[in-house]
């Protein structure tokens, strides 16, 4: 069956452009004072951003598969792929998304990667679009599954299709959800929380297809008061290559201006906004434990919670 799993992400293409022309047209006819709406050039830079992505994951797959095919085949697990299988490796990989999308967010070096999605003020369907170019750093959270007995075709596709899933929770156009949906699946409602820069709603909602894990694990936060998207201190760039490296640059600077090794390692993999002993109580807070991250994003403590 491994041969016959569709390329869901290259099918969606064409749903993706006619879904993100049918939402500017609507902010056209029926425009929204309350929604951060479109803008051409940051609209431009998320779409730059995905083609970028897809040229460079095509360049970290092959390490990357590499390792998984070592380990697939040392592991005496195998699972099959089957028709009822799937939902239950789909799960699984909702799962490892969901450490790893906190990860991302609570570990510098990882968020310099992440922090591209974020950095759009705007929240719209081709904000889903504005992906980083470094997705190295995401490959360890898989391998349990690897581990497991998944196949790495089998999670190729998986990881595609919770991709796809969540194109369309990247939008203001939508609101609450049937109390049902909203209980068990990321919703729009739930995202916009994941994207907004108040202090409530950081570091919030790190689910990809289930907010069940958010529930699960403590991180859930509903929608109460409108968003503000982005960082709490935004770039203010389009440059794709800014966009992309950004945050790693910043990472440089602290790491060379660090006054101990300690303070060095703690800049790369401690939280965006830990400071050193030091150095804290100079440093600007937004919330109890916490600091600005290298761009400004205020955050509460690092740990995960």
Not at 46 to 62: E, H, P, Q, R
Not at 73 to 85: G, Q
Not at 190 to 210: E, T
Not at 213 to 221: A, E, I, Q, T, Y
Request: charge should be neutral; hydrophobic fraction near 45%.
């Amino acid at each position: 069956m491994l041969s016959h799993l569709p390329d869901v992400l290259l099918w969606s293409v064409p749903a993706f452009v006619l879904l993100s022309v049918l939402e500017m047209v609507s902010y056209r006819l029926r425009p929204d004072e309350d929604a951060a709406g479109y803008d051409t050039r940051d609209a431009a830079t998320s779409v730059t951003m995905g083609l970028g992505s897809l040229a460079f994951d095509a360049l970290w797959k092959i390490p990357i598969v590499a390792v998984y095919a070592g380990v697939y085949e040392l592991t005496p697990l195998h699972i099959p792929v089957l028709w009822w299988t799937l939902p239950l490796m789909l799960l699984g990989q909702d799962f490892c998304y969901y450490w790893s999308h906190r990860g991302h967010h609570v570990i510098r070096i990882l968020w310099a990667c992440h922090v591209v999605h974020h950095s759009s003020r705007k929240f719209n369907l081709t904000t889903a679009l504005r992906q980083p170019w470094t997705t190295w750093t995401v490959w360890p959270f898989y391998l349990p599954l690897i581990v497991l007995g998944v196949h790495p075709a089998a999670l190729a596709f998986l990881s595609a299709v919770n991709l796809v899933y969540q194109f369309w929770i990247h939008t203001e156009r939508i609101g609450r959800l049937p109390r049902a949906i909203e209980f068990v699946f990321n919703t729009p409602s739930h995202h916009r929380v994941h994207h907004a820069s108040q202090g409530g709603y950081l570091d919030r909602n790190f689910g990809g297809i289930l907010i069940l894990w958010d529930r699960l694990f403590g991180s859930f936060v509903p929608e109460t008061e409108s968003c503000v998207f982005g960082l709490t201190k935004n770039i203010e760039t389009f440059n794709p290559l800014r966009v992309a490296t950004h945050e790693y640059a910043a990472i440089g600077r602290d790491v060379r201006a660090a006054r101990s090794w300690s303070e060095r390692v703690g800049r790369v993999v401690r939280g965006p906004g830990w400071q050193p002993p030091s150095t804290s109580c100079e440093a600007p807070s937004a919330a109890p434990g916490g600091g600005l991250t290298a761009e400004g994003r205020a955050r509460p403590d690092p740990a995960p919670r």
